[in-house]
């Protein structure tokens, strides 16, 4: 079965860190732009960060930039969101996907032409 798996979400006070993975399976993302999205109560879907398929390129919303970072590793079939300084308007689910392309620099933080998504992972900040 060809899927992502998001993990890593929780409850932290504001100022706090946490790690997003969004693990592969059935399928490598040796060929795939992975973005990350999230959506709070109440709001639009939008996206957060996005990686080319090799790690060389990757875009970040303003509301993030500084903050998060995105990364890959290949090997384990992995993409990570390492964020920190959270704040409680960053309370949302987090969804990855993945985008074929064949452009090493290619990644894309809109939904349009993401083929495969996850269920996402809960997110929450308060104090």
């Known amino acids: 079965q060809l899927q992502l798996v998001e993990s890593g979400g929780g409850l932290v006070q504001p100022g706090g860190s946490l790690r997003l993975s969004c693990e592969a399976s059935?399928?490598?993302?040796?060929?795939?732009?992975i973005a990350w999205f999230r959506q709070a109560p109440g709001k639009e879907r939008e996206g957060v960060s996005c990686?080319?398929?090799?790690?060389?390129?990757?875009e970040y919303a303003d509301s993030v930039k500084g903050r998060f970072t995105i990364s890959r590793d290949n090997a384990r079939n992995t993409v990570y969101l390492q964020m920190n300084s959270l704040k409680p308007e960053d309370t949302a689910v987090y969804y990855c996907a993945a985008e074929f392309t064949g452009s090493s620099q290619y990644c894309s933080k809109t939904q349009t032409g993401m083929e495969y998504w996850g269920k996402g992972t809960l997110v929450t900040i308060s104090s």
């Open positions: 059935g399928f490598t993302l040796d060929y795939y732009a």
């Open positions: 990686i080319s398929i090799r790690g060389g390129n990757t």
